[in-house]
């Protein structure tokens, strides 16, 4: 256990629906990402936080996507209207000072 | 291109052999240097850092060569445990963290 916790574990929604997953860093971690991975892929950079700020964002964040770290400690991570295309893996991570990303265990979402 | 580039495999090599693989990198300001170890449905861990003189972790080796931008990683005396998908990861001045698509590593009885 690495100590970054994400729930739910998984979760399968009906296309168009909206959902929110959660994150909790380690606590003393400033830093805090969300990734996305798919089959055979490896993770793909959503967003990054330093404590409260959200200080970059992909450009495969569409408008539908948003992630909010409201006190600097845990996130959420909301997709609205969720599409089949969005079934994945959703990962957080998070890095104090030393140079490692701990991850959670992710949240695995599948559309139907 | 994409900023993080493995061969996929998969390597599937019998106990006791060694295998190597390398990740190609596009940023040439990335600073930190990783490889992480993903097991089917898990998330990734942190296998080893790779340093700019190269370091050794028991039966793992890594390496990195700034000049043409890769970094290899070689696993020698393979184990069954050591079955899994091996991602390369950068880190750039900015902290974002960008993974390769991984390595398939098979090791069989």
């Known amino acids: 256990d690495t100590g970054v916790s994400q729930n739910p574990r998984h979760k399968i929604t009906k296309r168009g629906q909206n959902v929110t997953f959660r994150c909790d860093p380690i606590?003393?971690?400033?830093?805090l990402y969300w990734y996305r991975q798919t089959l055979g892929q490896g993770p793909e950079f959503l967003t990054y936080?330093?404590?409260?700020?959200?200080?970059?964002k992909s450009r495969l964040l569409s408008d539908r996507f948003s992630a909010e770290r409201p006190k600097g400690s845990f996130s959420t991570l909301e997709i609205q209207r969720t599409e089949q295309g969005d079934s994945a893996m959703y990962l957080c991570?998070?890095?104090?000072?030393?140079?490692?990303?701990?991850f959670g265990q992710g949240t695995r979402l599948t559309v139907v | 291109r994409k900023e993080v580039e493995q061969d996929p495999g998969p390597f599937n090599v019998p106990e006791g052999a060694t295998v190597a693989f390398n990740c190609t990198y596009s940023?040439?300001?990335?600073?930190?240097f990783f490889w992480y170890r993903q097991d089917c449905r898990k998330e990734p861990k942190l296998l080893m850092s790779?340093?700019?003189s190269g370091n050794e972790d028991g039966r793992f080796t890594a390496q990195l060569n700034r000049a043409s931008q890769y970094i290899s990683l070689l696993i020698r005396d393979s184990k069954l445990s050591d079955s899994a998908t091996y991602l390369c990861?950068?880190?750039?001045?900015?902290?974002?963290?960008?993974f390769g698509a991984g390595t398939t590593v098979t090791v069989r009885a």
């Open positions: 606590s003393e971690h400033n830093r």
């Open positions: 990861v950068v880190r750039a001045n900015d902290y974002k963290l960008s």
């Open positions: 991570a998070s890095i104090g000072q030393e140079t490692e990303a701990f």
């Open positions: 936080f330093q404590n409260e700020a959200q200080l970059e």
């Open positions: 790779v340093y700019s």
């Open positions: 940023n040439s300001a990335s600073q930190s």
